[in-house]
């Protein structure tokens, strides 16, 4: 059996030292919860405001010295170069020019990003820190005063179909003699010469996203503005995550408006039964209808949007074509990111699925929160970015899928980072501990974001803590880290406790590490 651990380079803008001041706009009200995950702070927005206006375009090779602060749950605050990031093209950007988008790159640690989207209404965040994902939502009953949390922030939600919702992913079949390749486990992966490269060409979709009454009601403020707000927020988000793993990124369509429904334009009758399963086939019906074509089976010629998306409540989650280009969500970005990964092509590529898996979770598409302490697991696996980048330079198949290339694609100037790995094969005896040492320099940075990853190809489908008798070891999926370049298997942790297994939490069974265990 083939097994390959690979070092996963994470991409980066270019940073310089540069001269700052960092400009803290933030108060807590010592409303910070006993765990340190929530806590509450006052925002002076038109002070925020004011300096994050004078942020230069982000582009490549851009420099800034515009540094803000941004709370975190702990009470502490952590310092971002802040750019100019629009989502909204030129003639929605001058209908709506409250609504300003805005991104950071960590100062102090270079992997960190923040999105900030500012309205009349108040701002929304998120901050991609070293210790998980962090949401800044403001309160509904406190105007200014903001919840700081590394939960998503979960309002209520009606649930107008109990019990919707068993899978999130509907597999699309070429047709019978197309030879396509889903989960094979390519034979360049781990080799010096990559399948594709990334980051030396910007991608860009155009994105239709479907707001409907109810749930701008329950996630923004309920009005056309304010929706287009919370959608803008969940684009830029998510370009956060696309421009790092993929160099993708997604812009709204000029007539964005139009699609964010309120009390009084009404949800169309094609989403008030809150069932994904039914209302996921009539997006690319209704987009067309109101926006024109785009999505599957649109010649290029023709394409007014390449990927769309219905924002709903009462579903059990999120449902998307796999490969496809639309997706039905809750309106959270923990969902979105998982369905649009599968819109690229990806399966949950981890144990529970046969073919390429990258071990038991720890990744945006299967079970995130199955990864290390310290680790958030909001990232792509090298299997769904080398299967992204397969399809958008050679499409899923001949017909139908001219969306995959993308609207724009602009050359960028990087190259990739020298890597360097064990060159010679070795065997670790079973139930043995070990260390994996790697390095990569890069011209673009000055310390890159690294992490080591494990993928399989096994025919074998489990689950912990029922292991099959002749696979294993097994290893989750974590987080870059400016330290990934060594990583100690397992958990450091774990083997200080003389232990060779470590547990998801302390006294569970369901194991996220485990050391070679069976005879090969």
Same mark, same amino acid.
């Given at each position: 059996?083939?097994?390959?651990?690979?070092?996963?380079?994470?991409?980066?803008?270019?940073?310089?030292?540069?001269?700052?001041?960092?400009?803290?706009?933030?108060?807590?009200?010592?409303?910070?919860?006993?765990?340190?995950?929530?806590?509450?702070?006052?925002?002076?927005?038109?002070?925020?405001?004011?300096?994050?206006?004078?942020?230069?375009?982000?582009?490549?090779?851009?420099?800034?010295?515009?540094?803000?602060?941004?709370?975190?749950?702990?009470?502490?605050?952590?310092?971002?170069?802040?750019?100019? &990031?629009?989502?909204?093209?030129?003639?929605l950007a001058q209908k709506y020019p409250d609504i300003q988008t805005y991104t950071g790159i960590?100062?102090?640690?270079?992997?960190?990003?923040?999105?900030?989207?500012?309205?009349?209404?108040?701002?929304?965040?998120?901050?991609?820190?070293?210790?998980?994902?962090?949401?800044?939502?403001?309160?509904?009953?406190?105007?200014?005063?903001?919840?700081?949390?590394?939960?998503?922030?979960?309002?209520?939600?009606?649930?107008?179909?109990?019990?919707?919702?068993?899978?999130?992913?509907?597999?699309?079949?070429?047709?019978?003699?197309?030879?396509?390749?889903?989960?094979?486990f390519p034979s360049c992966v781990g080799e010096a010469q990559p399948c594709y490269t990334i980051?030396?060409?910007?991608?860009?979709?155009?994105?239709?996203?479907? /707001?409907?009454?109810?749930?701008?009601?329950?996630?923004?403020?309920?009005?056309?503005?304010?929706? /287009?707000?919370?959608?803008?927020? /969940?684009?830029?988000?998510?370009?956060?995550?696309?421009?790092?793993?993929?160099?993708?990124?997604?812009?709204?369509?000029?007539?964005?408006?139009?699609?964010?429904?309120?009390?009084?334009?009404?949800?169309?009758?094609?989403?008030?039964?809150?069932?994904?399963?039914?209302?996921?086939?009539?997006?690319?019906?209704?987009?067309?209808?109101?926006?024109?074509? %785009?999505?599957?089976?649109?010649?290029?010629?023709?394409?007014?949007?390449?990927?769309?998306?219905?924002?709903?409540?009462?579903?059990?989650?999120?449902?998307?074509?796999?490969?496809?280009?639309?997706?039905?969500?809750?309106?959270?970005?923990?969902?979105?990111?998982?369905?649009?990964?599968?819109?690229?092509?990806?399966?949950?590529?981890?144990?529970?699925?046969?073919?390429? &898996?990258?071990?038991?979770?720890?990744?945006?598409?299967?079970?995130? %929160?199955?990864?290390?302490?310290?680790?958030?697991?909001?990232?792509?696996?090298?299997?769904?970015?080398?299967?992204?980048?397969?399809?958008?330079?050679?499409?899923?198949?001949?017909? %139908?899928?001219?969306?995959?290339?993308?609207?724009?694609?602009?050359?960028?100037?990087?190259?990739?980072?020298?890597?360097?790995?064990?060159?010679?094969?070795?065997t670790i005896p079973k139930e043995t501990p070990f260390v994996l040492e790697g390095y990569a320099?890069?011209?673009?940075?000055?310390?890159?974001?690294?992490?080591?990853?494990?993928?399989?190809?096994?025919?074998?489908?489990?689950?912990?803590?029922?292991?099959?008798?002749?696979?294993?070891?097994?290893?989750?999926?974590?987080?870059?880290? /400016?330290?990934?370049?060594?990583?100690?298997?397992?958990?450091?942790?774990?083997?200080?406790?003389?232990?060779?297994?470590?547990?998801?939490?302390? %006294?569970?069974?369901?194991?996220?590490?485990?050391?070679?265990?069976?005879?090969?």
């Amino acid at each position: 059996m083939k097994r390959l651990f690979c070092t996963v380079v994470v991409l980066s803008l270019s940073i310089v030292a540069q001269s700052h001041t960092t400009i803290n706009n933030w108060i807590y009200n010592d409303a910070t919860n006993q765990t340190h995950t929530t806590a509450q702070a006052v925002l002076k927005k038109d002070d925020l405001s004011a300096a994050l206006h004078m942020s230069p375009l982000l582009e490549p090779g851009a420099r800034s010295n515009i540094v803000v602060a941004f709370p975190t749950p702990e009470g502490k605050t952590k310092d971002f170069r802040m750019f100019f &990031s629009p989502v909204m093209p030129t003639s929605l950007a001058q209908k709506y020019p409250d609504i300003q988008t805005y991104t950071g790159i960590g100062l102090n640690n270079p992997s960190e990003r923040v999105s900030v989207t500012t309205s009349n209404s108040g701002i929304k965040a998120m901050i991609m820190s070293s210790n998980g994902n962090i949401f800044i939502d403001q309160l509904r009953e406190s105007t200014g005063t903001y919840r700081v949390s590394y939960h998503e922030n979960e309002k209520p939600i009606t649930d107008h179909c109990p019990g919707c919702g068993g899978g999130d992913a509907i597999i699309v079949e070429p047709p019978p003699g197309t030879n396509v390749s889903r989960n094979d486990f390519p034979s360049c992966v781990g080799e010096a010469q990559p399948c594709y490269t990334i980051g030396d060409t910007l991608v860009t979709f155009r994105f239709a996203g479907i /707001l409907t009454a109810e749930a701008n009601n329950e996630f923004a403020d309920g009005t056309v503005a304010g929706g /287009l707000a919370w959608m803008n927020a /969940l684009v830029n988000q998510i370009n956060l995550l696309w421009v790092r793993e993929l160099s993708f990124r997604l812009e709204l369509i000029e007539d964005s408006d139009s699609l964010i429904y309120t009390n009084e334009t009404q949800t169309p009758w094609l989403f008030t039964e809150y069932d994904m399963y039914v209302e996921l086939p009539r997006v690319l019906d209704h987009l067309t209808d109101v926006i024109g074509p %785009g999505g599957y089976d649109t010649p290029a010629s023709s394409l007014m949007w390449e990927y769309g998306a219905v924002f709903n409540v009462g579903y059990g989650g999120g449902l998307a074509y796999v490969p496809g280009s639309t997706s039905a969500n809750l309106p959270y970005y923990t969902i979105f990111n998982h369905e649009i990964g599968h819109n690229l092509g990806s399966s949950h590529n981890c144990s529970i699925e046969n073919g390429w &898996s990258s071990t038991i979770g720890g990744s945006i598409m299967c079970w995130r %929160g199955n990864t290390l302490p310290g680790s958030g697991g909001d990232q792509y696996t090298s299997h769904t970015i080398d299967i992204a980048i397969k399809y958008q330079q050679e499409m899923f198949w001949s017909s %139908g899928y001219d969306y995959q290339r993308g609207w724009t694609r602009v050359a960028t100037g990087n190259t990739p980072p020298e890597v360097g790995v064990p060159t010679s094969g070795f065997t670790i005896p079973k139930e043995t501990p070990f260390v994996l040492e790697g390095y990569a320099t890069d011209v673009f940075v000055d310390i890159p974001t690294l992490s080591w990853e494990q993928n399989d190809a096994s025919d074998s489908t489990f689950e912990s803590p029922d292991f099959p008798e002749f696979t294993g070891p097994l290893f989750c999926s974590v987080d870059g880290t /400016l330290e990934g370049h060594k990583r100690y298997f397992p958990h450091m942790p774990s083997l200080l406790e003389n232990q060779y297994d470590t547990p998801l939490s302390a %006294g569970n069974d369901y194991l996220v590490e485990k050391l070679p265990f069976a005879e090969r």
